[in-house]
């Protein structure tokens, strides 16, 4: 089984700069794509960055040119630099995993598409 822990939430004022961390374990994460998405109370859960073991990235544009998306060489960590962040951006962030199925674009549109999920740890955006 794949196991995912986030960390590295908190509160931050607008225009300021967070660091999410996704620590992975399991032998087969490697394989795996891996992403980001958040969820705000009342609203769907959004993807909006996603990276494939190949190291193919895509983020959505609602947060294109302000998040980067990282993933180590061992495929085992998934960091997201937020910068310039906005009060809309106030959500709930969950790490996700799982085998390709679609295009990267396609995934960060069909969370039902990832296998495995983190707990989420939350950004308050002021």
């Known amino acids: 089984d794949v196991q995912l822990v986030e960390s590295g939430g908190g509160s931050v004022q607008a225009g300021g700069s967070l660091r999410l961390s996704c620590a992975a374990s399991g032998y087969t994460v490697s394989r795996l794509c891996m992403g980001w998405f958040r969820q705000a109370p009342g609203k769907e859960r959004e993807g909006i960055a996603a990276v494939d073991r190949r190291g193919q990235i895509q983020y959505s544009e609602s947060v294109e040119g302000r998040f980067t998306v990282s993933r180590d060489r061992a495929n085992k960590t998934l960091d997201l630099q937020m910068n310039n962040l906005k009060p809309e951006d106030t959500a709930m962030y969950f790490c996700?995993?799982?085998?390709?199925?679609?295009?990267?674009?396609?995934?960060?549109?069909?969370?039902?598409?990832?296998?495995?999920w983190g707990q989420g740890t939350q950004v308050t955006v002021s």
């Open positions: 996700a995993s799982g085998p390709p199925t679609g295009t990267l674009a396609t995934m960060l549109r069909k969370p039902q598409s990832w296998l495995n």
